[in-house]
């Protein structure tokens, strides 16, 4: 039966995993993510979820250990935070070039120096490129959902690839929500078992990742890119499969707020998107139209579906929630994708970096009146800087004046 | 219901005539001549049957053996980085035990195997294979000792010999004698601190029949094993590739390998010569060591002399490190 709780981000992690009946989980500590593994490792020893707990002695082997028991045939999951992840960086090509769909639960924090324990998205980020799924929730509900549903997606045999499942540290991971817990036989309805096409298995062998030369490298690279190419249709597949079993309203990359008549944008991803929503709710009061354009998935970056949601806006703010020193505009990660994704439009909207919600700082109500104002003033003028600090620039420091 | 895991129950041979004549290893890798480590390969294999899976970490037995997209292994094989080979196995491992304990996998648990270098052992691999013995995975871990990072192209690594020219530590005006340090104790570091762990053994490839059985036995342990051995490298080591068992044994008559397994605790030896050749009778047949004076030797001596005392087991180092000369 299907049953509400009052679960943060970790235990929505960890009770997905559950339901998704993983079967090798590998753990080493790290706050904020921590929380999911103190979960499941009481799962497994209450004998509630039968799997593997191997005690990873660290990040690297975490990952290691995870990509390994996919190649054997098992459903994998292992997570971490901020350093923690950036230490496993060897581990996440060869998971993703392996093919080996083994899930990652993130939530995310600042990487050092100084030492900080606040939400960032930064050390994930920093992987994006490394041929993952990648997507931040906004909700312990959305933690579960995805959860379960990202299995589906990267197990796909179209897809076949390992999973970043992100929420912000603290925000989401410790914040408890309402949230549904699904029927563990409408989640197995949804959710077949892994069945990877080539398994380590003595009674068919295959040898697997044997040693290339350059001039084999790219028609390997171009089956992982094709693997992305379709990958849309099967998140588009998944997600509104999932909608329709369990009565959710997901859209499959973008989730929008207030758009269609909006002349203003906040984009954004992760648990900042519920601050924003209030904050349209404010602005709107006072005549300001503004809207929220939710980003699902960072990879794959949902091109067309960013470019038409970002297109009937006249300017839209990015709020980066990561860093990107020296980067195009010298701001974050995502307005620049954001950007590209714009660039073939007719009337593309004026693009900018929010510089917000860093080292785990509040995103507050204040700052997102702040950034309406720097945009509404954006659409008067049709210019806008690459890239603000927030609570750093004369441009916004004076719209609290 | 959960079901029992069955685990590997392998024979032991008593002469070349037993060992099984199909090849799991088969020809058509790119090794070179007189390679060391090819024939640990070949042998552990022998040994293995085609119940296994076998991890390669990258090194020489993974570039010279995987080249252009084609692979020598009869079974299941997997490259690892340099520095995951225990962590992976582990992965593995672990998901054998729950797919067989959930009749997702019918058979026996298949004999799981890393082939690592001396570098994926105990230099940057040293973690995950600590790791792999310190949570009792049911695997093998061999690493196959040709002394250097040779694949890159003879670098030094912390099992190669004090005194050895390689390409990080040429000996030069002010360091005469080259690699100044004394190795690791690969054995040693598994021995010491690793409560699941049963069974080690250290065996060469000049003695063929050991050293299968010596791999079987690690197997049939339900549990991690740890197989040390000596595969020497003609191209690394600069001797003449038809050379490699006659250099293989001369390092047993001198003192400068010695065959032992620990198992449960205790000590026993094989092989051991009835006087032992003094050790420069082996470095002057290897042009590696060709630049040391009779200083050096005598320094190589002190130390192996000190080691055979009780092999296996911790010394003190009775020559002065780097920092105290």
């Given at each position: 039966m299907?049953?509400?709780?009052f ?7 960890a ?6 009946r ?15 593994m103190m ?13 593997e707990f ?11 250990i995870?990509?390994?028991?996919s ?11 901020g350093?923690?992840v ?8 060869p998971?993703?070039g392996?093919?080996l769909?083994?899930?990652?639960a993130?939530?995310?924090r ?7 324990f606040?939400?960032?998205h ?6 994006r ?18 959860t379960?549903m990202?299995?589906?997606?990267g197990?796909?045999?179209?897809v ?8 912000d540290?603290y925000f989401?991971?410790?914040?408890p ?8 036989k409408?989640?197995?309805d949804?959710?077949?078992?892994y069945n990877p096409?080539h398994p380590?298995?003595?009674?068919k062998?295959i ?21 992305f190419?379709?990958i849309?249709?099967v998140?588009s ?10 009565g959710?309203?997901?859209s ?5 707020y207030m ?15 519920r ?24 990879r794959?970056f ?7 949601s970002?297109?009937k806006v006249?300017?839209?703010g990015?709020i ?9 505009t010298?701001?974050?990660?995502i ?13 593309r909207p ?6 917000a919600?860093?080292?785990g700082?509040?995103v507050?109500?204040n700052?997102f009146?702040?950034m ?16 603000y600090?927030?609570n750093f ?9 | ?6 685990t590997?129950?392998?024979e ?14 088969v020809?058509g890798h ?22 296994a899976?076998?991890l ?9 053996n995987?080249?252009y ?6 079974y ?7 520095t995951?080979?225990g962590a992976?196995?582990?992965g593995?491992?672990?998901a054998?035990?729950?797919l067989?304990r959930?009749?997702?996998y019918k058979?026996?648990?298949p004999?799981?195997?890393?082939m690592?270098?001396d570098g994926?052992?105990?230099?940057i691999?040293l ?7 310190y949570r ?6 061999v ?32 360091v005469?004698?080259g ?6 104790d690969?054995?040693?570091?598994v021995?010491g601190?690793h ?11 000049a ?6 059985n010596?791999?079987r ?22 001797f003449p ?12 008559q001198?003192?400068?390998w010695?065959?032992y397994t620990?198992e ?6 094989d092989h051991t ?6 050790v420069?009778?082996?470095?002057k047949?290897?042009y590696r060591f060709n ?6 030797y005598a ?5 192996i002399?000190?080691?055979l ?5 911790p010394?003190?180092?009775?020559v002065?490190?780097?920092?105290e000369?």
């Amino acid at each position: 039966m299907a049953k509400e709780v009052f679960y943060s981000g970790c235990a929505a992690a960890a009770y997905g995993a559950k339901d998704a009946r993983v079967e090798v989980i590998s753990s080493y500590p790290i706050r904020p993510y921590t929380g999911i593994m103190m979960e499941l490792s009481k799962l497994v020893a209450n004998g509630e979820l039968d799997a593997e707990f191997v005690l990873g002695e660290g990040e690297h082997a975490q990952v290691s250990i995870a990509y390994g028991a996919s190649a054997a045939g098992a459903r994998a999951y292992t997570g971490s935070s901020g350093v923690g992840v950036v230490y496993a960086m060897e581990c996440y090509s060869p998971a993703a070039g392996g093919r080996l769909p083994c899930q990652m639960a993130i939530a995310d924090r600042a990487l050092d120096p100084p030492g900080d324990f606040g939400s960032e998205h930064t050390d994930v980020m920093s992987a994006r490129d490394q041929g993952w799924i990648m997507g931040w929730a906004e909700s312990p509900q959305e933690v579960y959902d995805n959860t379960i549903m990202y299995y589906r997606i990267g197990e796909d045999h179209r897809v076949q690839l390992p999973q970043f499942c992100c929420q912000d540290g603290y925000f989401v991971s410790h914040i408890p929500g309402k949230m549904q817990m699904e029927d563990q036989k409408a989640v197995d309805d949804f959710l077949p078992p892994y069945n990877p096409p080539h398994p380590l298995n003595p009674k068919k062998p295959i040898n697997h990742g044997p040693q290339i030369f350059p001039d084999q490298g790219s028609a390997i690279n171009v089956q992982r890119a094709v693997a992305f190419d379709d990958i849309e249709a099967v998140i588009s597949e998944v997600v509104t499969d999932y909608n329709k079993a369990f009565g959710r309203k997901y859209s499959p990359f973008v989730d929008e707020y207030m758009m269609d008549d909006a002349d203003i944008a906040f984009f954004i991803q992760g648990g900042h998107a519920r601050t924003a929503r209030y904050a349209v709710n404010h602005l709107r009061k006072k005549g300001v139209k503004a809207g929220v354009s939710r980003l699902r998935f960072m990879r794959p970056f949902p091109t067309e579906a960013v470019a038409a949601s970002l297109s009937k806006v006249k300017a839209v703010g990015v709020i980066e929630t990561n860093t990107s020193y020296g980067g195009v505009t010298r701001g974050g990660n995502i307005a620049p994708e954001a950007r590209a994704a714009c660039y073939n439009l007719d009337n593309r909207p004026i693009i900018t970096s929010f510089m917000a919600g860093l080292g785990g700082e509040i995103v507050t109500l204040n700052e997102f009146y702040a950034m309406a104002k720097v945009l509404s003033d954006a659409v008067k003028s049709g210019k806008a800087n690459n890239s603000y600090w927030m609570n750093f620039e004369k441009e916004v420091l004076d719209t609290h004046k | 219901m959960a079901i029992e895991v069955k685990t590997q129950n392998l024979e032991m041979v008593k002469s070349l005539r037993q060992v099984p004549q199909e090849e799991h290893y088969v020809p058509g890798h790119r090794t070179c001549q007189g390679c060391g480590p090819a024939l640990v390969y070949k042998l552990v294999s022998k040994a293995t049957g085609g119940n296994a899976i076998f991890l390669g970490p990258t090194g020489c037995m993974y570039v010279a053996n995987t080249s252009y997209l084609c692979a020598p292994f009869a079974y299941p094989w997997m490259h690892t980085q340099i520095t995951n080979g225990g962590a992976v196995a582990s992965g593995i491992e672990a998901a054998y035990q729950v797919l067989i304990r959930k009749g997702k996998y019918k058979g026996e648990l298949p004999s799981i195997v890393v082939m690592a270098g001396d570098g994926g052992s105990i230099d940057i691999g040293l973690q995950a294979m600590s790791s792999m013995m310190y949570r009792g995975h049911d695997a093998l871990f061999v690493m196959y000792d040709n002394e250097s990072y040779a694949n890159t192209g003879i670098q030094v690594s912390p099992a190669t010999p004090y005194g050895a020219n390689t390409t990080f530590t040429p000996p030069g005006k002010n360091v005469p004698e080259g690699r100044v340090l004394f190795p690791k104790d690969a054995p040693q570091l598994v021995i010491g601190g690793h409560p699941a762990v049963h069974y080690v053994a250290t065996a060469s490839v000049a003695y063929p029949v050991d050293l299968i059985n010596k791999v079987r036995k690690g197997l049939n342990y339900k549990g991690p094993s740890f197989v040390h051995l000596h595969a020497p490298c003609p191209k690394g080591w600069l001797f003449p590739a038809q050379k490699t068992i006659e250099v293989a044994k001369l390092a047993i008559q001198t003192g400068m390998w010695v065959n032992y397994t620990w198992e449960n605790g205790e000590y026993t030896y094989d092989h051991t010569p009835k006087e032992y050749k003094p050790v420069k009778e082996y470095m002057k047949g290897q042009y590696r060591f060709n630049h040391l004076s009779d200083a050096h030797y005598a320094k190589m001596q002190a130390f192996i002399d000190a080691r055979l005392k009780a092999p296996g087991k911790p010394i003190a180092i009775p020559v002065l490190g780097p920092r105290e000369q």
